[in-house]
DNA sequence: TGTATATTCAAGTAGTCGATTGAATACTAG
DNA sequence: CTAGTATTCAATCGACTACTTGAATATACA
């Protein structure tokens, strides 16, 4: 009896033990997509990201859902967005690989200043800083931070003269290991604004139990 | 460089995929052991349980320390104990089968209630309830609940005249897993005494914060 | 109906993992 | 130093895994 049950316990263990999987998981904790998607974005033969999914989807910590023409895979719920970002926070702090990989590319990219979300939310609500989610608008459209802005990275260039030039700027996108708030702050810093990168992604903001708005459109 | 962010991650899953190293990490949870009494307690050859150790210590998730002739291994940090607490509720609320076995033995034990640790605090801040811990004494001195008398399973027969007929008693093990609890129950009900199993183990108990308390005597 | 598209299935290969065995290493006690 | 003990190392075998390729389903649209 009791093998059986760690042997229930290892299968979600085992979901997590490729990296390709979890790149996959942290992907859909940003929001539902589609199998294309995924192996896009994890740079995955479609046929693969299937077989990775399909694993995933055996350990139950994702559903998938036939829409039409696509298969969207989406997390089974909070508890696996909870349980991703618990052992992201062990990896980071068991793995000073993981911190100085991120801190050297940071450096190298000019010291960004981070901003923490309490920090950001009280500035928000007294309407002192613009927050720019600088994902793509489908992610925006899934769940994004209370009172942000969608401008994706490839739309930011075009939507410059749209930005207000006195006030303090905020973007933020998937999470700490994802580039685009980085290159966004870049940009807009070398136009002329005051801009800055939230530490958190849409994803430790949800497993903090920070509210998350959604768009009416769509599902 | 993302791809070496999440083959860091990986690591920590790759730790969790086999049934028999969580089984070591659970049996670590209640307190540093040597590498002969983790063999024998998950049923190992002592070459094997090395090898599964020298994984878990390779993924940081534990320490090792000589002391003397011995090895004794522990958890690196209470991170790891909140992480594999965290695991633990995910394949809970994801198999019904993790859920099915343990109601399954517990309903053909008799169905013994459980208390909650709320309840026995406060019982226990009222001096109401005699709180026995059937670990072996070992894992009773490494730590466990505050006003908790130690009495091992193998000891409890010959205990059995110092225990309180008229006083509710309550028995904790390692955790929901682990059926120490339940067999001292049933013994005690058969020998007349009003005796309840408590629904957490020392695992869960540390895991929420509550207060553990440690034997002077030892390390 | 036929064609295009999204996804899955099936089979094959190279590589990895878990368990076993027997030898090697480190420490203690006499 | 020698004998004994706890642990690890090294080599092996069978099982499993990730990825690739090419074919098979299933749905949408014309």
């Excluded at 062990?90 to 309490?118: D, T, W």
């Excluded at 807009?188 to 958190?200: D, I, Y």
């Amino acid at each position: 009896m009791k093998d059986g049950v760690y042997t229930q316990f290892a299968r979600i263990g085992k979901a997590v033990a490729a990296p390709k999987r979890i790149e996959l998981l942290e992907l859909l904790c940003q929001g539902p997509r589609t199998v294309e998607a995924l192996a896009d974005q994890a740079a995955l033969t479609v046929a693969n990201a299937s077989q990775h999914l399909k694993v995933l989807l055996a350990s139950r910590l994702v559903d998938a859902q036939k829409q039409g023409l696509f298969v969207e895979y989406r997390l089974a719920d909070e508890g696996v967005l909870r349980f991703v970002h618990a052992m992201r926070e062990l990896a980071e702090a068991r793995f000073a690989e993981v911190g100085a990989i991120m801190q050297a590319y940071l450096k190298a990219r000019g010291k960004l200043e981070r901003v923490s979300g309490e920090e950001l939310m009280q500035r928000v609500r007294k309407g002192e800083v613009t927050v720019l989610d600088v994902r793509p608008e489908l992610e925006y459209r899934a769940g994004h931070i209370p009172g942000a802005r969608s401008v994706p990275l490839s739309e930011l260039k075009r939507q410059l003269a749209d930005l207000p030039k006195n006030r303090e700027i905020v973007a933020y996108c998937r999470g700490p290991q994802c580039v685009m708030a980085i290159e966004a702050v870049e940009l807009l810093r070398k136009r002329g604004f005051r801009a800055q990168r939230l530490e958190q992604g849409v994803m430790d903001w949800r497993a903090r139990g920070w509210k998350i708005e959604k768009s009416a459109s769509e599902d």
